[in-house]
């Protein structure tokens, strides 16, 4: 009697559904303490001059001077933590993409560029 070929794989099949199923399952257990790391997002210490201004690159230049969005010098440091923390409609710049703190960070690191 030969053995069959297909019966390894089953087993493989079987094995990783189970492990599936378990690590949803530790994932549901632990949904809150995902869930409040994910409400926190991403912190920035604001001793780290280049990580504050990071995400600002993408639209702003690596110089702050301007590219999809406008020059970032010269404004002033109130209009920043505005914007930061409540957005602008209608563009990416999205209410609270930065905590009340991280965009005074921001706004007086920019400050010293100019």
Do not use: W
Not at 32 to 39: L, P, S, V
Not at 61 to 83: K, S, W, Y
Request: charged content about 20%; hydrophobic content about 40%.
């Amino acid at each position: 009697m030969k053995n069959n070929p297909v019966v390894p794989y089953i087993l493989i099949l079987a094995f990783g559904i189970g492990l599936i199923f378990f690590m949803s399952l530790t994932g549901a257990e632990n949904k809150k303490e995902i869930a409040a790391g994910a409400e926190g997002g991403e912190t920035t210490e604001a001793t780290d001059d280049s990580a504050l201004v990071q995400s600002c690159i993408a639209c702003h230049a690596a110089d702050l001077t301007g590219n999809i969005g406008p020059t970032l010098h010269g404004l002033d440091e109130a209009r920043f933590v505005d914007v930061l923390t409540n957005g602008i409609e209608g563009t990416p710049m999205t209410p609270g993409m930065k905590n009340e703190a991280e965009a005074k960070a921001i706004a007086k690191y920019i400050s010293t560029l100019e």
